[in-house]
């Protein structure tokens, strides 16, 4: 069965830093999302991007972060100058089209630490 | 504005009883989705069910059930015949069709043996 991939699975960075987190969507999917979920709390939205631009960010989605579709298979969040508050899992997810009750698929998460 | 509740920060479950975890939403789209996710300790996200407004029946995948009451704007899960691997955190979550998916603060069910 298909699946979200998301590389590393664990960063870790120092502040300051610039982090790119990768993504690949599933293959013939045309949404793609980032989400963040600080240890213990909810999952919470911070992108989404459809035909190569944003479609929605969040307050969360500041100018420290950009969304980038490099190639036909990638997706990838960078953060340009990592703080201690960024240390978060973040899972990139997909759906597969323009019907805005599908269901989105998400990865496996990876698990950024700035120290 | 979008909001999801689960007012069940922790929930109990002895193994194969049924338990239900609740999950109340607001919006004021008349079309929309609603989900339930999975996040083991592992932290990936499993999506479980789905339930559009629209749907006439209340969704069922396996084990898993969606007690959708529209008017009330409830969408609880109902786990039956609880098994120790269904130990994991619980996320409600809804899309309407102009925004993106948020999710609720989530349930940790936990099943004793």
């Known amino acids: 069965e298909p699946e979200v991939t998301q590389t590393p699975s664990h960063q870790v960075t120092q502040m300051g830093q610039e982090v790119i987190l990768r993504c690949v969507p599933i293959?013939?999917?045309?949404?793609f999302y980032w989400y963040r979920q600080i240890l213990g709390q909810k999952v919470e939205f911070l992108v989404s991007?459809?035909?190569?631009?944003?479609?929605?960010k969040s307050e969360i989605f500041d100018d420290q972060f950009s969304v980038e579709r490099p190639d036909g298979s990638n997706f990838t969040l960078k953060i340009r100058s990592t703080k201690l508050e960024d240390s978060a899992m973040y899972f990139c997810?997909?759906?597969?089209?323009?019907?805005?009750?599908?269901?989105?698929?998400f990865g496996p998460g990876t698990r950024l630490t700035v120290l | 504005a979008q909001k999801i509740t689960q007012t069940q920060p922790g929930m109990f479950v002895q193994e194969k009883e049924a338990v239900t975890l609740d999950c109340t939403y607001d919006t004021s789209d008349p079309s929309y989705g609603l989900f339930w996710y999975k996040q083991p300790s592992s932290g990936e996200m499993i999506f479980l069910i789905y339930?559009?407004?629209?749907?006439?029946q209340n969704a069922t995948e396996g084990r898993y059930s969606l007690n959708f009451q529209k008017a009330r704007k409830s969408a609880n899960l109902v786990i039956s015949a609880s098994q120790l691997g269904d130990s994991a955190m619980y996320f409600c979550a809804m899309r309407e069709v102009s925004r993106d998916m948020r999710f609720g603060a989530g349930t940790r069910l936990t099943v004793k043996p």
């Open positions: 997810a997909s759906r597969v089209t323009s019907q805005a009750l599908d269901t989105q698929y």
């Open positions: 339930q559009g407004s629209y749907d006439q």
């Open positions: 293959s013939n999917h045309l949404y």
């Open positions: 991007f459809y035909n190569n631009e944003i479609s929605e």
